[in-house]
């Protein structure tokens, strides 16, 4: 089984800048794309931003140019550093990690449970 565990979210100031990572365990061989998504309050899931195994990297138009994206290959981990912050960044950020392989088998598709971004004006 493959499990993503977000962390660092939490409250800040517009114009703020905070740090997410996002770490996936299990026996992983390794993992094509990793990616940001959030969910705010009464809206659809949007993708933030996704970085593949090379390091590509694609933004939201939202996102972009205050928002990067990273990743740890060695430590199957992603991160979102996002500065500037505004109040419609207030959101649920949830990792995903696309073509998960493992020995047994490969996942096309696994979610961490979420983490909450609350930015005050």
């Known amino acids: 089984q493959v499990q993503l565990v977000e962390s660092g979210g939490g409250m800040v100031q517009a114009g703020g800048s905070l740090r997410l990572s996002c770490a996936a365990s299990g026996v992983i061989i390794s993992i094509n794309s990793m990616a940001w998504y959030r969910q705010a309050p009464g809206k659809q899931r949007e993708l933030v931003a996704v970085?593949?195994?090379?390091?590509?990297?694609n933004y939201a138009d939202s996102a972009a140019g205050r928002f990067t994206i990273s990743r740890d290959n060695a430590k199957n981990t992603v991160y979102l550093q996002m500065n500037s912050l505004k109040p419609e960044d207030t959101a649920v950020y949830y990792c995903n990690a696309g073509g998960v392989r493992t020995r047994e088998t490969l996942f096309m598709n696994c979610w961490g449970k979420g983490t909450l971004v609350t930015v005050s004006s």
């Open positions: 970085i593949t195994s090379g390091g590509s990297t």
